[in-house]
């Protein structure tokens, strides 16, 4: 794995970079405009970024949105990031695979264990606390795009949410 790149992204501007990309790429997927991040912290962002998925979602299902569509921006631009996050560090097993996704999902204060492929766990999620469930699922996408672009193939499969009232969130990768 080439870890120049994976401690840049390990530290604090790994994350602004990161959140960067995410509310960029997010905001193309909704149609929407990217909400201004000039002069904010990470933390700040990363707040922004959790209010501006909740209400764009929240709109996408009041409005009656193609669901389906969305779901499938959204895991599309997240395959082809996880995909160039996966060229520029060059994992060379699954082992270092969720290596990489446990640092990304780190840095926007998501704490996730386990194995993939296999379960995984998300004891701790920041977006929980501005997510409905019907939102949490069709933001997964972009996790269920992440996962598939940084293993090149793969199928994320939520069975469990704390937006759905569990302590935890449970996940199967294959």
Same mark, same amino acid.
């Given at each position: ?8 992204? !390990? ?19 909704f149609g929407a405009e990217v909400p201004k991040a000039a002069g904010r912290s990470t933390p700040e962002l ?17 409005? #009656? =949105?193609n669901l389906e569509t969305l779901h499938q921006k959204l895991y599309e631009m997240a395959y082809a990031? #996880? ?7 060059? /994992? ?24 993939? /492929? ?14 409905? /469930? ?5 933001? !997964?996408?972009? =996790? ?31």
């Amino acid at each position: 794995m080439n870890r120049l790149i994976y401690r840049a992204l !390990s530290g604090r501007f790994g994350a602004y970079l990161e959140l960067q990309i995410l509310m960029r790429q997010t905001a193309k997927a909704f149609g929407a405009e990217v909400p201004k991040a000039a002069g904010r912290s990470t933390p700040e962002l990363l707040k922004v970024y959790a209010q501006f998925t909740a209400k764009e979602g929240m709109r996408a299902i009041q409005h #009656g =949105d193609n669901l389906e569509t969305l779901h499938q921006k959204l895991y599309e631009m997240a395959y082809a990031l #996880g995909n160039q996050i996966c060229r520029w560090l060059k /994992p060379k097993d699954e082992k270092e695979c969720f290596a990489v996704i446990t640092l990304l999902y780190h840095n926007i204060r998501i704490q996730m264990e386990g194995e993939a /492929p296999g379960t995984v766990c998300v004891r701790k999620c920041y977006f929980s606390d501005f997510y409905t /469930p019907e939102i949490c699922d069709l933001i !997964s996408a972009i =996790d269920q795009g992440i996962f598939a672009g940084i293993y090149q193939n793969g199928k994320l499969t939520f069975r469990e949410r704390i937006t759905e009232g569990y302590d935890v969130c449970r996940a199967d990768f294959r």
